[in-house]
């Protein structure tokens, strides 16, 4: 079973061609206008463990908030096709990542419903460079609503903006793979209700 989609999105304001495969070795090809955001899309790849290939343009003249929340649900999107039915996985998975003096946490459940809670008051207002790090609620909020899942995600504390939001990228790397992870041992759907996606 080889677990991976392709998606396109174009809009208006945004062209995104995303590539993902679930069972891969970190492998990755990141080309956005936005150069922070390209070494977060890096992380996610190395740590999750997914081959991903991202080509996005958009009107970052404007502002970069439409090209990396759309990223987001395209990455939501290539998960919830790569994941079928779901049958097989581990269903949910959690990370703590330590980055120094900031520790955050993630919580993931590909559940087939979306909620998302993002608990980080401590990078608003915050800029890493010109990148300012409050659109990476941003990113994760289109993830989970693209994805159907539930995402939890808390800066528990830190001080450095550039560590605080790398280390949530970490996280949601480490969470996202436990949780899509294939368990030999889950027989069919791993839910009562008989399925993850309706």
């Known amino acids: 079973m080889t677990r991976q989609a392709k998606i396109e999105r174009k809009t208006s304001e945004t062209a995104i061609e995303l590539s993902l495969r679930l069972d891969g070795s970190g492998q990755r090809r990141i080309e956005t206008p936005v150069p922070f955001f390209n070494h977060m899309l890096e992380s996610v790849a190395r740590h999750g463990l997914y081959d991903l290939e991202v080509r996005a343009s958009g009107d970052v003249e404007v502002d970069p908030h439409h090209t990396v929340e759309d990223v987001g649900i395209c990455l939501g999107q290539a998960f919830r096709e790569a994941l079928g039915d779901r049958s097989g996985i581990t269903r949910f998975g959690e990370a703590t990542i330590p ?3 900031t520790l955050v946490s993630a919580a993931v459940d590909f559940s087939g419903r979306a909620a998302f809670v993002y608990r980080a ?8 460079g010109t990148f300012d790090v409050e659109l990476g609620r941003e990113f994760f909020g289109g993830f989970a609503s693209a994805a159907l899942c539930n995402l939890h995600l808390e ?17 949601f790397a480490r969470a996202t793979s436990a949780a899509a992870r294939v368990d030999p ?8 209700k008989g399925t993850l996606t309706r």
């Open 99 to 101: 980055m120094d003096e």
């Open 121 to 128: 008051d401590s990078l608003k207002g915050r800029r890493v």
């Open 155 to 171: 800066v528990r504390y830190g001080e450095n903006a550039h560590h605080m939001i790398e280390a949530l990228f970490k996280a």
């Open 185 to 192: 041992r889950v027989v069919g759907v791993p839910s009562t």
